[in-house]
Each structure stands twice: as C-alpha cells, then as structure tokens.
C-alpha cells in the first residue's frame, strides 16, 4: 500500500513547486485544517494558508491531528530559527537532534486522560534517526550543505528573546532558537508518528548583533533544495522501519 508522508512548512516555506496539489479540508476533534496534497504527500502549512496564525495561537493539535486521520506516520517539518551558537552559520540547514521547550499556554498534548494507565510520551530519542539520515543523504546528493544535529530552544513567540535568555538558553545546549517546535513535535510522538526536522536560521539570537537582523537572502537560494531534500527524504524511506516513542 502506498505511504502516506507529510510535509510542515514554516516560514518562507510555502510552496512545492512544480507539483499538482489540490486542498482537502479535514475535521479534527480540535478544529478545521486545510492541507494542500497529492496521492501519497500531504503538505501543511505551520500557521494556515497565507500565514494567518502565529506561533503561540497555531492550532498544533488540530494540525498533528489532521495529519494522523489522514494516515500520516512520517513527517518532515521545516522551521525558520535564529542562531545561538557562533558556529551555527546562518542559511545552513540544521537536522535537528534535541530540544528544551520553553513554550507555555499553548495546548501541548493529546493525554487529556490517562488511558488504560499510560500518558507519557518517552521523547528519548525525539527525532527520528532513520528520516534524518536520509535527509543528511539527500542534502549529499542535492550538493546542499547542511549540518548534521543541533538543539532547538522552542519559546513562545510572538517577541523575540532577551540577550539574557539567549545566554541561558545557549548555557543549556541549544543551538538555535525558534517558536515552533514545541508542542508539536512531542504531540506527533504521542500519537506514533516519526519526525524529523530541518532548521534553517534567518538571523543571530538576541544580544549577538546590536538588533535582531533577519536575512532572508541566503535561505531564498536554498529553499528549493530544502524542499527537494524533504520530500527525496521522504520518498527513500517509504515503508521504513522508523521506531515510534513508546508511551509509559
Ligand atoms: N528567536 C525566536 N524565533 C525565531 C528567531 C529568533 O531569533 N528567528 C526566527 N525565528
């Protein structure tokens, strides 16, 4: 049976050019969402068509959720970050590896009940290793220059960090900060989903240059081979054994 995977884009990440996609609009317990999708490859923008919502009101659960009635086990999400660590280079896509989660208010998970004694998702492992080797192997073979691993802080959004907070949070081993990543990656896992994730930083953290300078040039020149990337990622591992999070 064919797999079907999804793509989240971000900012900046709106389009899969040159592919035909027709929207589907899916009721989830949570609220309406509308992909955009082929047979076999669901795209979701992060904040709705046109990048309506921001990122401390985007409707995480009703997004996973959507991507879960439709089939989705696999994902791969893209995220616009700032840099904290000097050897970060902005515009250099980052597979993620780890995250701390500074987001709060925001509804963060499907364990509204614990069920049959189990409500925690064990994030061990929180990206998936066999999507994020192949991303690293089609970046190779695109010629597109990315870097293999790196620490997400999530914060909430919708202001930009303190330079204090940027020490911390870079005291605490994060690599790049964006406001996103939490909760929906953790929610992906509660429901079984794999998740990779592709970070690409539009600007250095607060505190690093006088004011916070976003520079989307350099990323507009890799943005289609980000895309390729995901969805030749994708696409390679179709039917792999991608391990899900246990739930406890
Ligand atoms: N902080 C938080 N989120 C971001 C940043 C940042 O510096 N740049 C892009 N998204």
């Known amino acids: 049976m064919t797999e079907i995977t999804a793509l ?17 609009t899916i009721k989830t317990p949570y609220g309406e969402v509308t992909v955009e999708r082929t047979d076999d490859l669901i795209f979701l923008h992060r904040h709705a068509p046109r990048h309506s ?3 401390h009101k ?3 659960r009703a997004n996973i959720k959507a991507l879960d009635m439709l089939g989705v086990k696999r ?16 515009a250099v896509p980052v597979i993620l590896s780890d995250f701390l989660d500074y987001s709060s208010g925001r509804e963060h998970s499907f364990f ?41 802080a999530s914060t909430n959004g919708p202001r930009f960090e303190t330079p204090a907070e940027i020490r911390a949070y870079r ?5 790049v900060v964006g406001m996103t990543l939490c ?22 953290g607060a505190g690093m240059t006088p004011n916070i300078e ?19 990622a994708l696409a390679n591992t179709k039917n792999a054994d991608c391990i899900p999070a246990t739930i406890l």
């Open 8 to 24: 989240i884009g971000g900012t900046g990440i709106y389009a899969l050019a040159g592919m035909e996609l027709r929207s589907e």
């Open 53 to 55: 919502v921001p990122p």
């Open 58 to 60: 985007v409707n995480y």
């Open 75 to 90: 994902i791969c999400a893209t995220f616009a970050v700032g840099s904290i660590n000097p050897d970060f280079e902005l």
């Open 112 to 152: 509204d009940r614990i069920d049959a004694g189990k409500g925690h998702v064990d994030v061990s492992v929180p990206f998936c290793p066999v999507l994020s080797d192949a991303l690293e192997a089609e970046a190779a073979k695109l010629n597109l220059k990315v870097r293999r691993g790196g620490v997400y």
């Open 171 to 175: 005291k605490f081993g994060a690599d």
């Open 183 to 204: 909760p929906e990656l953790p929610l992906a896992l509660e429901l079984g989903m794999s998740y990779a994730g592709l970070a690409f930083s539009i600007n250095w």
């Open 214 to 232: 976003l520079q989307h040039a350099g990323v507009d020149e890799i943005k289609d081979k980000m895309l390729r990337t995901m969805i030749g």
